[in-house]
């Protein structure tokens, strides 16, 4: 799926609601990524609440205590009454779970619609396709013609969203990434454009479609049924719906369906949101009207501005506005004042790497009964900057510094380049994805300097390599031997329980001579996080170890004796404690004598401060002789994220 902004860290559970869309005037610029959907309101009641819509969201962790597994967040859209409701969560497959937990309960804009936000952490120890469903009591609306007429749909008195999960051990894939909510209604007979777009991490292409709620029967989404067609609802291209005549007042229920696709084929996995329309008669209030907006075409590092107007012909309402879209993830910034008219001012400073197109969506609605709104879509394109001439390559002993290096079987979402390291005329490059072993087996590439370039010598391969491995995470090269990690290998002792391979080359082929597993192995060790190798030694971080605690963290050394590794020591910190990923990354110096171990989640100076360890050898004995910290350590600084030692 493609990404329009840039990635963040989903580890403590992202804002990934939807940002709900009704474009009225222009049609959808070229921007595969985001799904816009559209969420309307109903008028204010006494009674207790109803069913709105909602949507089933998941992010796959790759880092953290919860890595492999998934944050799931459910949003659910009430009508505020006397009752809001809360869901609970159900799983195939029967993963572990930490619990669905409360996080939120806003009342929206409108005044009358209440978002509930709820989350949960699910895992699921080996592949397969699993549905999550959210279930909670009370009725949902019923899309008849009848306008403000909930109904209740299942023997039980309760409403039910689902998703379904594609999972694949060590190589998950998260569902698409949506915004924040407008609430809109309309007048009958205005034509509509509903555009659907979306962002997803993976790259992977999505397949949208009209469908029937999932917990509606057929007969009763009037909405779907009787309104499909010319001159009705239909679906005009990949991600946009029309009504062309909504001349029938009500409440109208819809829902779409996001597939997941590789290869133009569905994998199972899906999202489906519903959204729902009230049509207004007309003349029951009139809407405000944004000005138009153009274009702006700017090159990165330049700013974009929009300074959008509002007004209203109802002179005695106010009319208030909001602002949606990516660039407001990237440092874009929005403010309005209400009133008739109401005015707003939107910046963004471009950075490097922001180049592409964007939209930003600008929403005006008045406090009218009912409330209605204008929306205006305003594009941004942004060009790379201008760079300067490259300097002439330099040159070094004949090694050339300049070099873009691809491997001969290189395909989409390979990660090519996740780890690398490089030992006088040879490097190695990790790509933890690519899919020679199943989806996400992963590869490492050697690269020999041939007269100045650098040339392909060899593919590595896991002889045992399986979809999900990640093999290739980690890589170090020493002379004629090489060291792969993959740690999500489940075969030692189950999920992330991890592993190493050794290659060595002989007559310039390379070969697998060693797979090298811990002796005291466990789930989720996660062995093969990072590796290093000098000659006959061999070092293997396991940072989730739970000697000292959970996540403590070790390292193992193994050394070679002809052509048989052996661990010989496993190292700890003297003063480990639970979490501290001990072993996230290692090094050993050329002389195969000194180790370095860095533990970025140590907290001797606030949490997260970080440390790193050195380990001597004397003779065939490994100690710990020094415990380094930076002397203005504070906390979340993660002083040994990253180490090297020579």
Not at 33 to 42: D, K, Q, T
Not at 373 to 394: E, F, G, K, L, R
Not at 511 to 534: M, N, R, T, W
Request: charge should be negative; glycine fraction near 12%; include cysteine.
């Amino acid at each position: 799926m493609k990404q329009l902004a840039k990635k963040r860290s989903y580890e403590h559970f992202p804002n990934r609601s939807f940002l709900h869309f009704f474009n009225r005037c222009s049609a959808w610029p070229v921007w595969s990524g985001i799904l816009l959907v559209l969420l309307f309101l109903f008028p204010v009641s006494s009674e207790a609440s109803h069913f709105k819509g909602g949507q089933i969201t998941y992010e796959y962790l790759t880092s953290g205590p919860n890595a492999g597994c998934y944050a799931v967040e459910v949003r659910s859209y009430w009508r505020s009454g006397l009752n809001d409701q809360f869901g609970s969560l159900s799983y195939s497959g029967s993963p572990s779970t930490t619990g669905l937990a409360f996080i939120s309960r806003t009342l929206l804009a409108d005044g009358i619609t209440r978002e509930v936000i709820q989350r949960d952490t699910a895992c699921w120890g080996s592949s397969g396709l699993y549905t999550i469903t959210t279930t909670t009591g009370c009725c949902r609306y019923s899309g008849s013609d009848v306008p403000q007429s909930p109904q209740n749909f299942s023997s039980n008195d309760d409403y039910r969203l689902q998703a379904a999960v594609n999972h694949v051990v060590g190589n998950g894939n998260s569902s698409p990434e949506f915004f924040d909510i407008p609430i809109f209604t309309f007048v009958e007979n205005n034509p509509v454009n509903l555009n659907f777009n979306f962002v997803d991490a993976e790259g992977d292409d999505q397949r949208l479609s009209l469908t029937t709620p999932f917990d509606v029967p057929t007969a009763n989404s009037d909405a779907l049924n009787n309104h499909t067609g010319s001159p009705g609802i239909l679906q005009a291209s990949g991600t946009t719906f029309q009504w062309n005549e909504p001349d029938d007042q009500g409440v109208y229920v819809f829902s779409v369906l996001v597939e997941d696709t590789q290869g133009g084929s569905p994998t199972g996995a899906f999202v489906q949101r519903d959204f729902t329309l009230l049509v207004v008669p007309t003349g029951a209030n009139n809407a405000p009207q944004l000005t138009p907006c153009s274009t702006q075409t700017i090159n990165e590092g330049q700013t974009a501005t929009f300074s959008p107007s509002a007004t209203d012909p109802d002179g005695g309402d106010v009319v208030t506005l909001q602002a949606n879209g990516v660039p407001l993830t990237m440092g874009g910034t929005f403010s309005q004042t209400s009133g008739n008219p109401a005015t707003g001012s939107f910046s963004w400073t471009t950075g490097s790497g922001d180049a592409g197109s964007y939209i930003m969506q600008f929403v005006a609605t008045d406090n009218g009964s009912p409330q209605l709104s204008d929306v205006q879509n305003c594009q941004i394109v942004v060009n790379t900057a201008a760079a300067p001439p490259p300097p002439p390559p330099a040159v070094v002993g004949g090694d050339s510094l300049c070099q873009k290096i691809l491997p001969s079987d290189g395909e989409g979402s390979d990660r090519f380049g996740k780890a690398v390291a490089i030992n006088g005329p040879e490097a190695i490059v990790g790509s933890h994805r690519h899919q020679d072993n199943g989806r996400g087996s992963g590869a490492a590439y050697v690269f020999t300097n041939m007269g100045g370039t650098w040339m392909e010598e060899g593919e590595l391969l896991a002889s045992d390599g399986d979809a999900g491995d990640q093999f290739g995470s980690a890589v170090d090269i020493s002379g004629d031997y090489a060291i792969v990690g993959a740690h999500y290998d489940d075969k030692p002792a189950g999920f992330a329980s991890g592993s190493a391979y050794i290659f060595h080359r002989s007559g310039g082929v390379w070969s697998q001579q060693a797979k090298l597993v811990s002796s005291d192995i466990h789930i989720a060790d996660f062995f093969g996080f990072s590796v290093a190798i000098c000659d006959s030694y061999a070092v293997i971080g396991a940072l989730g170890d739970d000697d000292l605690g959970g996540a403590s963290g070790s390292v193992y050394v193994f050394k070679r004796s002809g052509a048989v590794w052996t661990q010989v020591a496993k190292l700890n910190a003297s003063d480990g404690n639970g979490n501290d990923y001990f072993g996230f990354d290692v090094d050993i110096d050329m002389a195969c004598d000194d180790i370095i171990v860095g533990a970025h989640r140590n907290s001797d100076d606030g949490t997260h401060s970080g440390s790193a360890y050195i380990f001597n050898r004397t003779g065939a004995s490994w100690s710990q002789t020094a415990h380094l910290k930076a002397s203005d350590a504070a906390a979340r600084d993660s002083f040994g994220f990253s180490v090297d030692i020579i």
